[in-house]
T-cell receptor
Protein backbone atom coordinates (compact mmCIF):
# COMPACT_ATOMS: atom_id res chain seq x y z
CA UNK A 1 0.00 0.00 0.00
CA UNK A 2 1.38 3.38 -0.98
CA UNK A 3 2.09 5.83 1.80
CA UNK A 4 1.56 9.57 1.85
CA UNK A 5 3.41 11.17 -1.01
CA UNK A 6 4.40 14.80 -1.35
CA UNK A 7 5.67 16.77 -4.29
CA UNK A 8 8.03 18.47 -4.81
CA UNK A 9 10.54 17.23 -2.28
CA UNK A 10 12.42 20.50 -2.50
CA UNK A 11 11.53 23.83 -4.04
CA UNK A 12 13.69 26.94 -4.24
CA UNK A 13 11.93 30.13 -5.27
CA UNK A 14 12.46 33.84 -4.99
CA UNK A 15 10.50 36.14 -2.76
CA UNK A 16 7.28 37.16 -4.44
CA UNK A 17 6.95 34.03 -6.53
CA UNK A 18 4.27 31.39 -6.19
CA UNK A 19 4.71 27.78 -5.16
CA UNK A 20 2.20 24.96 -5.02
CA UNK A 21 2.83 21.91 -2.89
CA UNK A 22 0.92 18.71 -3.43
CA UNK A 23 0.00 15.88 -1.10
CA UNK A 24 -1.49 12.52 -1.97
CA UNK A 25 -2.80 10.85 1.18
CA UNK A 26 -3.15 7.15 1.76
CA UNK A 27 -6.10 5.89 -0.23
CA UNK A 28 -9.28 5.89 1.83
CA UNK A 29 -8.02 8.32 4.46
CA UNK A 30 -10.62 11.05 4.81
CA UNK A 31 -8.50 13.15 7.14
CA UNK A 32 -5.64 15.15 5.72
CA UNK A 33 -3.42 17.51 7.67
CA UNK A 34 -0.82 20.07 6.73
CA UNK A 35 1.94 20.91 9.18
CA UNK A 36 4.97 23.15 8.81
CA UNK A 37 8.33 23.16 10.48
CA UNK A 38 10.48 26.25 10.35
CA UNK A 39 14.12 25.44 11.05
CA UNK A 40 14.75 24.69 14.68
CA UNK A 41 11.14 25.18 15.68
CA UNK A 42 8.30 22.85 16.48
CA UNK A 43 6.14 21.20 13.86
CA UNK A 44 3.16 23.52 13.69
CA UNK A 45 -0.34 22.62 12.62
CA UNK A 46 -1.67 24.50 9.60
CA UNK A 47 -5.00 22.93 8.75
CA UNK A 48 -7.12 19.82 8.69
CA UNK A 49 -9.39 18.54 5.91
CA UNK A 50 -12.13 16.01 6.33
CA UNK A 51 -12.70 14.84 2.81
CA UNK A 52 -12.96 18.08 0.82
CA UNK A 53 -14.06 20.28 3.73
CA UNK A 54 -11.78 22.38 5.89
CA UNK A 55 -12.38 21.17 9.43
CA UNK A 56 -9.86 23.42 11.10
CA UNK A 57 -7.68 26.06 9.46
CA UNK A 58 -6.71 27.88 12.61
CA UNK A 59 -3.01 27.37 11.97
CA UNK A 60 -2.85 29.02 8.57
CA UNK A 61 -0.46 31.95 9.02
CA UNK A 62 -2.13 34.46 6.67
CA UNK A 63 -4.10 34.84 3.47
CA UNK A 64 -1.04 34.19 1.32
CA UNK A 65 -1.63 30.52 2.02
CA UNK A 66 -4.42 28.67 0.23
CA UNK A 67 -5.17 24.99 0.72
CA UNK A 68 -7.56 22.97 -1.36
CA UNK A 69 -8.70 19.41 -1.52
CA UNK A 70 -11.04 19.16 -4.46
CA UNK A 71 -12.87 15.85 -4.61
CA UNK A 72 -11.52 14.81 -1.25
CA UNK A 73 -8.46 13.09 -2.63
CA UNK A 74 -5.17 14.91 -3.06
CA UNK A 75 -4.54 18.32 -1.57
CA UNK A 76 -2.57 21.35 -2.66
CA UNK A 77 -1.09 24.13 -0.59
CA UNK A 78 -0.32 27.29 -2.50
CA UNK A 79 1.81 30.12 -1.20
CA UNK A 80 1.36 33.35 -3.11
CA UNK A 81 3.36 35.54 -2.95
CA UNK A 82 6.06 33.74 -1.01
CA UNK A 83 8.01 35.57 1.68
CA UNK A 84 11.34 34.72 3.28
CA UNK A 85 9.70 33.56 6.50
CA UNK A 86 7.73 30.92 4.60
CA UNK A 87 10.86 28.81 4.26
CA UNK A 88 10.62 25.50 6.02
CA UNK A 89 9.49 21.94 5.62
CA UNK A 90 5.82 21.39 4.89
CA UNK A 91 4.52 18.04 6.04
CA UNK A 92 1.34 16.38 4.99
CA UNK A 93 -0.25 13.63 7.04
CA UNK A 94 -3.35 11.52 6.68
CA UNK A 95 -5.45 9.42 8.99
CA UNK A 96 -8.56 7.31 8.67
CA UNK A 97 -10.14 9.05 11.65
CA UNK A 98 -9.81 12.56 13.01
CA UNK A 99 -7.57 13.58 15.86
CA UNK A 100 -7.24 11.37 18.87
CA UNK A 101 -10.90 10.70 19.39
CA UNK A 102 -12.68 7.60 20.55
CA UNK A 103 -12.16 5.76 17.29
CA UNK A 104 -8.61 6.75 16.74
CA UNK A 105 -5.63 6.94 19.02
CA UNK A 106 -3.86 9.57 17.13
CA UNK A 107 -1.54 7.95 14.66
CA UNK A 108 -0.88 10.19 11.73
CA UNK A 109 0.80 8.85 8.62
CA UNK A 110 3.27 11.40 7.36
CA UNK A 111 4.82 12.10 4.02
CA UNK A 112 8.50 12.90 3.68
CA UNK A 113 7.80 16.61 3.53
CA UNK A 114 8.35 19.34 0.97
CA UNK A 115 11.25 21.61 1.76
CA UNK A 116 10.59 25.18 0.65
CA UNK A 117 13.40 27.69 0.41
CA UNK A 118 12.49 31.28 -0.34
CA UNK A 119 15.42 33.49 -1.36
CA UNK B 1 -4.24 25.03 25.76
CA UNK B 2 -1.94 22.10 25.45
CA UNK B 3 1.79 22.27 24.93
CA UNK B 4 4.84 20.07 24.88
CA UNK B 5 8.38 20.87 25.99
CA UNK B 6 11.32 18.78 24.92
CA UNK B 7 14.47 19.42 26.90
CA UNK B 8 17.56 19.48 24.73
CA UNK B 9 17.49 20.06 21.00
CA UNK B 10 20.51 17.75 20.63
CA UNK B 11 21.43 14.71 22.69
CA UNK B 12 24.54 12.59 22.17
CA UNK B 13 25.03 9.13 23.61
CA UNK B 14 27.60 6.43 23.03
CA UNK B 15 26.61 3.26 21.23
CA UNK B 16 25.38 0.81 23.86
CA UNK B 17 24.57 3.50 26.40
CA UNK B 18 21.17 4.43 27.79
CA UNK B 19 19.05 6.78 25.72
CA UNK B 20 16.90 9.27 27.62
CA UNK B 21 14.92 11.93 25.77
CA UNK B 22 12.84 14.21 27.96
CA UNK B 23 9.33 15.44 27.34
CA UNK B 24 7.05 17.42 29.62
CA UNK B 25 3.51 18.36 28.73
CA UNK B 26 0.96 20.88 29.81
CA UNK B 27 -2.69 19.95 29.64
CA UNK B 28 -5.84 20.71 31.58
CA UNK B 29 -7.03 17.13 31.18
CA UNK B 30 -5.04 13.90 31.02
CA UNK B 31 -3.94 13.83 27.40
CA UNK B 32 -2.90 11.31 24.86
CA UNK B 33 0.87 11.41 24.34
CA UNK B 34 3.02 10.29 21.45
CA UNK B 35 6.57 9.96 20.34
CA UNK B 36 7.27 10.23 16.64
CA UNK B 37 10.65 9.64 14.98
CA UNK B 38 12.05 11.03 11.76
CA UNK B 39 14.94 9.16 10.23
CA UNK B 40 17.06 10.97 7.64
CA UNK B 41 15.21 11.59 4.38
CA UNK B 42 12.03 10.02 5.67
CA UNK B 43 8.68 11.19 6.99
CA UNK B 44 7.71 11.05 10.63
CA UNK B 45 6.56 7.71 11.94
CA UNK B 46 4.87 6.77 15.16
CA UNK B 47 7.25 5.27 17.72
CA UNK B 48 4.77 4.75 20.56
CA UNK B 49 1.67 6.25 22.16
CA UNK B 50 0.02 6.56 25.54
CA UNK B 51 -3.76 6.49 25.51
CA UNK B 52 -4.69 6.10 29.19
CA UNK B 53 -4.07 2.38 29.48
CA UNK B 54 -0.75 1.16 30.93
CA UNK B 55 1.52 3.99 32.01
CA UNK B 56 4.61 2.20 30.67
CA UNK B 57 4.34 2.06 26.94
CA UNK B 58 6.54 -0.04 24.69
CA UNK B 59 7.20 0.98 21.14
CA UNK B 60 9.17 -0.12 18.15
CA UNK B 61 12.92 -0.68 18.04
CA UNK B 62 13.23 -1.27 21.78
CA UNK B 63 12.01 2.16 22.88
CA UNK B 64 9.64 2.73 25.74
CA UNK B 65 8.15 5.69 27.57
CA UNK B 66 6.52 6.13 30.95
CA UNK B 67 3.61 8.45 31.62
CA UNK B 68 4.03 10.16 34.98
CA UNK B 69 1.07 12.33 35.80
CA UNK B 70 2.62 13.76 38.96
CA UNK B 71 5.58 15.00 36.95
CA UNK B 72 3.62 15.76 33.76
CA UNK B 73 6.30 13.87 31.91
CA UNK B 74 6.54 11.29 29.16
CA UNK B 75 10.25 10.61 28.78
CA UNK B 76 11.50 8.25 26.08
CA UNK B 77 14.12 5.65 26.93
CA UNK B 78 16.06 2.80 25.39
CA UNK B 79 18.47 0.68 27.42
CA UNK B 80 21.16 0.37 24.77
CA UNK B 81 21.62 2.79 21.89
CA UNK B 82 22.33 1.56 18.40
CA UNK B 83 23.81 3.52 15.54
CA UNK B 84 20.55 3.16 13.65
CA UNK B 85 18.76 5.13 16.37
CA UNK B 86 20.29 8.36 15.11
CA UNK B 87 17.27 10.44 14.15
CA UNK B 88 15.08 13.29 15.31
CA UNK B 89 12.46 12.51 17.91
CA UNK B 90 9.28 14.47 18.49
CA UNK B 91 7.04 14.35 21.52
CA UNK B 92 3.39 15.21 20.84
CA UNK B 93 0.17 15.67 22.78
CA UNK B 94 -3.52 15.58 22.02
CA UNK B 95 -6.62 15.85 24.19
CA UNK B 96 -8.31 12.48 24.61
CA UNK B 97 -11.68 11.66 23.22
CA UNK B 98 -11.85 14.72 21.05
CA UNK B 99 -11.32 15.13 17.36
CA UNK B 100 -8.54 17.61 17.84
CA UNK B 101 -5.17 18.20 16.31
CA UNK B 102 -1.93 16.80 17.62
CA UNK B 103 0.55 19.35 19.01
CA UNK B 104 4.25 18.65 18.52
CA UNK B 105 7.32 19.67 20.45
CA UNK B 106 10.43 21.19 18.89
CA UNK B 107 12.17 17.87 18.50
CA UNK B 108 15.37 16.36 19.85
CA UNK B 109 18.07 15.19 17.50
CA UNK B 110 19.77 12.07 18.83
CA UNK B 111 23.40 11.52 17.90
CA UNK B 112 25.02 8.13 18.49
CA UNK B 113 28.75 8.15 19.13
CA UNK B 114 30.77 5.08 18.10
Amino acid sequence: EAGVTQFPSHSVIEKGQTVTLRCDPISGHDNLYWYRRVMGKEIKFLLHFVKESKQDESGMPNNRFLAERTGGTYSTLKVQPAELEDSGVYFCASSPFPGAGVFNTGELFFGEGSRLTVL
Amino acid sequence: AQSVTQLGSHVSVSEGALVLLRCNYSSSVPPYLFWYVQYPNQGLQLLLKYTSAATLVKGINGFEAEFKKSETSFHLTKPSAHMSDAAEYFCAVSPPNRDDKIIFGKGTRLHILP
